[in-house]
T-cell receptor
């Protein structure tokens, strides 16, 4: 069975500060890993994904994440937060590509 | 392309009523799926389909039926709605294998249907 844990259901950062959203997963086989962003009253949009290859993955809007197998982690970072980054962020894992398991989400607030 | 479309956007049902949530995509994606989103629980997979005529259960299938008669459409049926099915429902589709690295395993989500069961 697979599961995803997102530490911190709410994260607040100041504008211009580092954004760090944590994601740990459990999977019996090498996983596919994803970060999605959801703006209010909208569907989910893919930020970035890890499938194979380089463990540091760059996504849209300046976000990146690093797959660390030894720590079973896939934390999302952005060097400098912008007001437009305020949203809900979901980490997800899949090992077959057919069943996806999502974390419970982290709501990011950016303080001016 | 319109992408993934869902209708209706909002729906209120009484306990015991039935309804169908519609989902369609015009990207010729073979894989389609339904999720429900509840506060504090993230998204949970209800059912998915890897092609026309093929469906399978996800994490929380009870109370929901699906069918896939065409590549484009993947309706979700609630036969007898219960208050526990109050949720936001998202449909998603995914390109087929061999679509290229940029699209591989990426799911495209619809805008959602907000369902309330009284």
């Amino acid at each position: 069975a697979q599961s995803v844990t997102q530490l911190g259901s709410h994260v607040s950062v100041s504008e211009g500060a580092l954004v760090l959203l944590r994601c740990n997963y459990s999977s019996s086989v090498p996983p596919y890993l994803f970060w999605y962003v959801q703006y209010p009253n909208q569907g989910l949009q893919l930020l970035l994904k890890y499938t194979t290859g380089a463990t540091l993955v760059k996504g849209i809007n300046g976000f990146e994440a690093e797959f660390k197998k030894s720590e079973t982690s896939f934390h999302l970072t952005k060097p400098s937060a912008h007001m437009s980054d305020a949203a809900e962020y979901f980490c997800a894992v899949s090992n077959t590509g057919n069943q996806f398991y999502f974390g419970t989400g982290t709501s990011l607030t950016v303080i001016p | 392309n319109a992408g993934v479309t869902q209708t209706p956007k909002f729906q209120v049902l009484k306990t015991g009523q039935s309804m169908t949530l519609q989902c369609a995509q015009d990207m010729n994606h073979e894989y389609m799926s339904w999720y429900r989103q509840d506060p504090g629980m993230g998204l949970r997979l209800i059912h998915y389909s890897v092609g026309a005529g093929i469906t399978d259960q996800g994490e929380v299938p009870n109370g929901y039926n699906v069918s896939r008669s065409t590549t484009e459409d993947f309706p979700l049926r609630l036969l007898s709605a219960a208050p526990s099915q109050t949720s936001v429902y998202f449909c998603a589709s995914r390109p087929p294998p061999g679509s290229g690295f940029l699209l591989e395993n990426e799911q495209f989500f619809g805008p959602g249907t907000r369902l309330t069961v009284l």
